[in-house]
Structures are given as C-alpha cells and as structure tokens.
C-alpha cells in the first residue's frame, strides 16, 4: 500500500507566501476598481445634482436656489446626496456651495469654473443647515486625495483642489449689494496684513471703480483726451486689451465715473457723457454703442452721469433722464430699445437696483428729486416718493430692505428714510440725520445697516427704526464691503482700510492697513480671493487669502 505523502511545512509556508503577494497585487488593484466605480457614480450624481438646480433656476427667473431650497425643494432622488465613497447617510454626501445662492446665472462670467456641489461634509452649527459648503473646511478630499465638483455649465470633474473664488461683475459686487461671498480671508492685519499683487498707474485722477470677472480686471481710466476701457489680469495686472473713445470735456471730479458690467460673455460701460457702449468682454471687440443723450432724450446732470449699467436677463437698464422716460431698457444683445418709462424726472447719479416689492418686479431708481419704481417689465411708473437734496445730489444706491421696504441715504444734510411699498403705493416710514451718506451706498447684513455718513464716521444704522446703534469718526466719504463676516471699510481721506467686526452691539476694529494712501472715495472691490483698492492715481489688488 502505497502511502500519500502531504504538504512539507516549507511547502506550506510558500504556498501562503505566493498567495500572500498575489494578495498583495490584487487587492490594491480590486480597491482601485471599486474606487473608480465609486468615481463614477459620485461623477453622475453631481451631474444629475447640477442638472436639478439649473433646472430649479430656469424655473425662478434664471437665479440659483437658496440652500434651504437647494435642499428642500429640489426634485432628486435620495440615492443622489450620498457619496459612495463615503459611505451611507446625508451628512457624508455632496455640499451645496452656499455663495451661489440667489445668485443669477447671468452673473456667472465663467459657468465651466463656478462650482455648484461638491464632495464635504458639514455638521449644522446654531443658524446654518447641513449639507452646505460655508467655506472649503466643508470639502471632503474622499477620493483618493481628490474631490468631484459640480459647475454651472452642468458637468461635473475629479480635481486635486476646489478653490471657491468669486467674481465681482458689477457696481457693488455679485448681487449688487456691497457683499462678497469670498470666505477664509486672513484676519491678522495688524500682524499680518494683506499682501500686494500687484499695482496699475490710473491717469483719470478719479474715482471710477473696478468690476473683476473671468480672470481680468475691468475699468475705465482716461488720458490724453480719451477714456480707455481697459481689461487687466488679475493674477499680475498686466493690460490684455483695452477700448478708447473721446472725452475732450475738462474734468468734472475725474472722468468716468462708472462700474462696468460683465454679463454672458459682453461687457458694458457708460461715460460720464452718456456713451453706453457693449463689448465683448474677452477681446474689447465693440458690439454696439448707444448714446444717452443724442439716441434717448438723455438730460446730463450737473456733475455727468455716474450710474453703472445695470444687467437683468435680456435688459441693460439705465437711466438717461429724458423728458419722454426717465428709465430705459434696451436689448442686452443689440442695443434696441425695449420701454421707455418712469416719468419724466431729470437722473440722479445713483445706479438703478432691481427688486421684487409689494409681489412686483421693479427697479428702484434715485432720481435727481424722488425715488421710483419702475415696472420691469414695461417701465411704467409703479410709484414715487419725493426727495429733494441740495443741488439735486441722490447718488448712493438704494438698499433693498426685504420685499416691503426700500433704505436711502444722501447728503447735504438730507439724512435717510425708510421707504415702505404696499397696495401699490409707496411712503416714508421714519426719517432722520442718523445717516447722510454723499454717494456711497452702506451694507445690509442680519438687520443692521453699515455705512459712512458726514461729518466722516462710521455708522451702525438699525433700518426698522433709523436709531444708530453705534458711530466711530474719520472714516470721510470712504466706501464699505462686506465679506466674511467683517467690514472692510475705508477711510477715504487717508487711504487706510480698515477691518471691522459686523457687530451691531460695538464698534469692534479687527485691523488696518494702508496700501496707498490719500484721498480713496472708491468702494472697496472683492474678488477672487483679494482686495482691489484705489486712490486717485493708482489701482492695486492685494491677497486677502
């Protein structure tokens, strides 16, 4: 009989060791495939997510949810807010970019680089709601180190880094209110302060102000008898191409005075004359022209125009002062005229904001002696409130109290009023001195209003009541803006920016700095991560990251 003979211990043991390294081999491999199957999946979920908030967007007037309705009213399927990598329940899935909210699409320069979701994962402090990315400490790096994102365009990427950068097209920043929704800027100027990028020699010893979209940097500066339109890059403020027209009048405080706007590939500026023109915002290349004056009945005021235009969906909005309307929309592609309306007032110098009041789509427009809405979809008068200031100067852009009530501020001991609109009719709810703002427009955040005010301080304003819940000095007719949670605030004889805490209860300054100096009446600009400021003779971009 013969006997079988079985497995040596050395046998054995190599026999474990080959399995061991085929183990070794594979089992990577395997994670690796069920990793790039999870890839795939998160990829089409944030594809799909996307795709539900621009639809949600094409359904109310082309502007991204909210995040409690990005959330809440969104139609989407459970399986779609997990991530497969990180394994089940909400809280491990996507993150809504919170920034985005309320933002119109049109607003949005570059669609292939605005992100919508991505992987995160954020726990819900007192005030805030799950599932929303508030700064990029919200972003989970689950996949292999990467993250998958979702853009406006509607397709979704597997990338090394996100960085939540925001543009500023337009006269007071993305929804035209003076706030940025940048976050995680430094907050250590007095041991840290910003540093700079970059400077460009302005020539229009003036005062017009930067619109930021796209990668370049938007402005109209003036030499040699010409106003220059120019495009610069905001990584080295370099010029890529400017756009020149005439302007031989003396100065009137500088030249231009206006903000470009940026919106769907065109860019459009208006002269302190009256010449609106729209370019293409990648090359200069002039598309059409209008001129206030000569084409729409326009009636200069004493110190020119100094509105920005203003973009809303297919309508360039701009306020030409004509006895036949004192309001008018044109066509955003060519320039055609659209309504004619909101009386017959002579302009103020303020840019005109685009409200929903009382249920009703409007422009609110400072005029040189009354403050109108104007019927956004004919330009019929909605209704008026007189307001008259010395030499007819309403130059600070009216502030949008929720959808009943409207704030104005000017100058020349005039003060600011709380305007009211219901039943289709409009009337002043308090007014006082509290705030006498010459033309820079103050900011709105949690109820409380902040803003400069004559004789140069700095102004806590409660807008349900007018009462001024603090004021600090030597802040002059400098501009303010908001980010982060803080005031950035200058102090426009002396240059100096200063960074104040949002506290209603206290003046609280978290520090200053002054990175040019002299008389700086320009409202600070937020982009991309930094601070654009200027003075008279100098723009500069300064990291605020």
Known sequence: MRQQRGFTLVELLVVIAIIAVLAAILFP????????????????????????????????????????????????????????????????????????????????????????????????????????????????YRHNRKLIASFADGHAALLNSLNIGFDWPQFRGPNADGISPETGIRKIWNTAPPVRRWQYTMHDNGYAGPAVANGLVYIIDHQSGSDFVRALNVATGKQVWYFTYPDHDPANYGYARSTPTVDTGKLYTLSRQGLLFCLSAETGELLWEKNLVSDLGGRKPTWDYAMSPVVDGGQVIVAPGAASGTVAALGRDNGGVIWRGGGSDMPGYATPVKATLDGTAQYVVFTARSLIGVHAGDGH????????????????????????????TSDYGHGCA????????????????????????????????????????????????????????????????????????????????????????????????????????????????????????????????
């Open 29 to 140: 491999v395997f994670a690796q495939a069920r990793e790039k199957a999870r890839q795939a999946t998160c990829l089409s979920n944030q594809r799909q997510l996307a795709a539900a908030i621009l639809i949600f967007a094409g359904d109310n007037e082309e502007t991204l949810p909210t995040a409690e309705a990005m959330w809440a009213g969104a139609q989407v399927d459970p399986h779609l807010l997990t991530c497969p990598t990180a394994g089940k329940g909400l809280r491990n899935g996507y993150v809504y970019l919170n920034a985005r909210a309320d933002m119109p699409l049109g607003k949005i320069s570059n669609p292939t680089a605005a992100a919508l979701t991505a992987d995160g994962y954020h726990s819900p402090a007192a005030g805030t709601f799950a599932n929303i990315a508030y700064n990029t400490v919200d972003l989970a």
């Open 381 to 408: 008068l909605l209704w008026s409130v007189p307001w008259l200031t010395g030499s007819d100067v309403n130059a600070a852009m009216p502030v949008v109290l929720g959808d009943t009530a409207v704030f104005i």
């Open 418 to 545: 709380r305007v009211t609109v219901s039943g289709g009719s409009a009337a002043i709810q308090w007014q006082n001195t509290e705030m006498q703002s010459h033309f820079n427009a103050p900011v709105l955040m949690d109820d409380n209003l902040y803003g400069t005010t004559e004789p140069g301080d700095l102004v806590c304003l409660d807008p349900a009541t007018g009462a001024a819940r603090w004021r600090r000095p030597g802040f002059g007719k400098g501009g303010v803006a908001l980010v982060d949670g803080v005031i950035i605030a200058v102090e426009g004889d002396t240059g100096a920016v200063v960074m104040v805490e949002a506290n209603p209860t206290a003046y609280r300054e978290l520090g200053r700095f002054t990175p040019l100096g002299g008389q700086s009446w320009t409202p600070p600009v937020i982009a991309d991560g930094a601070l654009f400021i200027r003075n008279t003779t100098t723009l500069a971009c300064y990291d605020l990251k």
